[in-house]
């Protein structure tokens, strides 16, 4: 075998990707945060606008909860339109990633810049009304990575009961994620669900076309037919992945579209992993352990792992409804399958086991 020499492979990779800059005109058209000048019209969007619409009209809150798997277009929808619309001073914004501050107190705080400590929700909610007299749209995106300590949910019952009629916008991953919300929070919310469904291999490749138009010099048609048609197949459709597959293409064409996807999936996969909480941890855990994989069989060695890692375990129907919410990060796939005269369901696994392990032993050993 040929010795690797360092300094070589260093040299022939710049040479490389110093090449690219012939291929692409604009890398910000690749960044997850960049907001299209016409991004893909769905039908999903258009309960979001007119609620906000009834909004700007009336002064009445129209709250909303858009659900949706990771990389289906809800975040890019709602920046979207918060760009529309305040550009115009018709309605007043306030987007926080709940991924990032992850308590009603983070919330508040992010949103005056300040440090929570030494104040109390109250005190931050009058500072933010004071410093903000106007009524407010609040779009908590990642609404279900609230941390278990914040049950309540309090920024929710702030914005609700708000004597200015504040509305909001929340953006969750979680199919169930109203199962998690307590009923006195449910009914002041009152908040109308719009499902944003996968997109299909023809939307992906729309994206992709447009993406390529702004930031390449040229159009790889047959590029993006193959990574919109991996995305849907391999991916759960997360947009995110085609997108940076196509990056990741143009830099290095040279290698395989096949290897730049699973590079491009893996990263995402790494990040999916990282924003999980300690208990869905748990339940993926089970589920290896589980040669089978069916549900029930897994719930007990949940349970029984929760111990063993000084957790406290869900109950089964909390457990349950999670597994929705790690099918739409497309972690795992549920399938009914009849064993003798009845229908059970059962697991199978699509993450990376090696990554899982790495993110395992960060978090619990």
């Not at 009923?183 to 719009?194: F, G, M, P, R």
């Not at 023809?202 to 048609?221: H, N, S």
């Not at 997360?238 to 990263?267: C, G, T």
């Amino acid at each position: 075998m040929r010795k690797m020499d360092i300094k070589k492979y260093l040299e022939d990779k710049q040479s490389d990707l110093e090449k690219s800059k012939a291929r692409i005109t604009n890398s910000n058209v690749f960044d997850f945060n960049y907001i299209p000048e016409k991004p893909l019209m769905r039908n999903e969007i258009k309960p979001v606008i007119d609620a906000l619409l009834r909004y700007q009209q009336t002064g009445i809150a129209n709250n909303v909860l858009i659900l949706g798997s990771r990389g289906s277009g809800k975040s890019l929808a709602a920046k979207y339109l918060m760009k529309l619309l305040s550009s115009k001073n018709q309605l007043k914004f306030a987007y926080v990633n709940c991924r990032h501050h992850n308590t009603s107190f983070k919330i508040l705080a992010h949103l005056l810049g300040l440090r929570a400590r030494g104040r109390t929700l109250d005190e931050l909610w009058h500072l933010f009304t004071d410093a903000n007299p106007d009524k407010t749209v609040f779009i908590l995106d990642e609404i279900d990575l609230i941390n278990d300590k914040d049950k309540h949910l309090d920024i929710l019952y702030l914005i609700s009961r708000s004597d200015r009629n504040d509305m909001a916008i929340l953006l969750s991953n979680n199919p169930k994620f109203t199962n998690t919300l307590d009923e006195s929070i449910k009914s002041t919310l009152q908040a109308e669900l719009v499902h944003f469904s996968s997109y299909n291999a023809f939307e992906i490749g729309q994206i992709l076309t447009d993406r390529a138009k702004t930031g390449l010099k040229f159009l790889p048609e047959e590029e993006i037919s193959q990574i919109a048609a991996m995305t849907v197949k391999n991916s759960n459709s997360d947009v995110r992945i085609a997108i940076k597959a196509l990056l990741l293409w143009a830099m290095e064409p040279k290698v395989s579209l096949q290897e730049h996807f699973e590079k491009a999936r893996r990263d995402i996969m790494i990040e999916i992993l990282k924003d999980l909480n300690s208990k869905n941890l748990l339940i993926l855990k089970a589920a290896l352990s589980q040669k089978d994989g069916y549900v029930k069989d897994i719930y007990h060695s949940y349970r029984q792992i929760s111990t063993q890692s000084g957790e406290e375990p869900w109950s089964y129907v909390h457990f349950y409804s999670n597994l929705s919410y790690l099918q739409s990060l497309g972690l795992i796939i549920m399938v009914s399958t009849k064993v003798h005269r009845t229908h059970t369901n059962r697991i199978q696994m699509t993450f990376d086991t090696e990554l899982f392990n790495s993110m395992w032993q960060t978090r619990f050993e």
